[in-house]
């Protein structure tokens, strides 16, 4: 069944209109017809069936009758936020499918000293609306509860910042060593209930801003002996995060 996000101010009586990209959608590319079923979600962890009763605008509008409430409990109990060092070419609609796929609250794009990329403040805007159409895209697919955001570009120490207000921060590092270090950092993040997770662009992080990430109390871990790209650093971070923090959610 195909899945959809409203706003919540939709969901206040039985009936729904779709409009926009969604409805063209429904109506231009599935071709649905009255007496289809949609599933659909408000960003909180309820999903609504509903079935078509009307076109009502036939070029602009679906209406739909809700039919039946569940709970999913599809969103992980702790808010994984990745911090990722801009990399260059296409990596980061790639990055951001993927975490999104793997339970990612948010997606912050980080310009670092090594990035490669450099984006004015035009170039970064229309880079971060077409990240967040992936971002749809991806919760859609993967069914999520709601759509995770891709934030505004921000520097290193802006991105600093935003990690203090986090419980939790890891930083995944080339230099670093110590894999039950790793696994107790790992472990520990599950009763946490915001965690951050800071990964280097392509040429790693300067040993400035590892001193930085420190001094806020971020713990530096080792993924083992492999050198990992930067897209495969930070989902492998997630896969190991959602892993732990998906068996307490089912447990």
């Known amino acids: 069944m195909y899945r959809f996000f409203v706003d919540a101010e939709q969901l206040e009586n039985d009936f729904v ?31 609504y069936e509903a079935c078509i009763v009307d076109f009502p605008d036939a070029q602009s509008a679906v ?9 999913t409990s599809r969103e992980l109990p702790g808010k994984l936020i ?11 609609e790639q990055i951001v499918q993927k975490a999104v796929e793997l339970g990612a609250y948010e997606i912050v794009p980080v310009m670092m000293n090594r990035c ?6 035009k170039k970064a805007a229309k880079k971060v609306e077409r990240l967040n159409l992936i971002a749809e895209s991806a919760a859609k697919q993967s069914k999520r509860g709601m759509i995770p955001k891709v934030k505004e570009v921000m520097n290193f120490s802006e991105a600093l910042e935003y990690a203090k207000t986090l419980e939790y921060v890891i930083i995944p590092y080339e230099c670093a060593e110590g894999m039950d270090y790793s696994r107790t950092v790992l ?18 992080f300067e040993n400035s801003e590892i001193e930085r990430l420190k001094e806020i109390n971020g713990k ?14 930070g989902m492998t971070v997630l896969s190991v995060l959602m892993w732990l923090l998906e068996d307490q959610n089912l447990s």
Do not use: W
Not at 116 to 121: G, I, M, P, R, S
Not at 187 to 204: L, T
């Open 17 to 47: 209109e779709i409009t926009g990209d969604d409805y063209n959608h429904i109506h231009n590319v599935l071709r649905m017809k009255i007496g289809e079923k949609v599933l659909l979600c408000d960003g909180s962890d309820k999903e």
């Open 63 to 71: 209406r739909l009758k809700i039919t039946d409430v569940f709970g």
């Open 82 to 92: 990745l911090f990722q060092g801009y990399p260059k070419g296409d990596k980061m």
């Open 116 to 121: 490669v990329v450099k984006l004015n403040e």
């Open 187 to 204: 472990n520990g993040a599950v009763d946490k209930g915001s965690i951050g997770i800071f990964i280097g662009p392509e040429g790693g």
């Open 220 to 233: 530096v871990i080792t993924l083992g002996h492999r050198i990992l790209r930067t897209e495969t650093a």
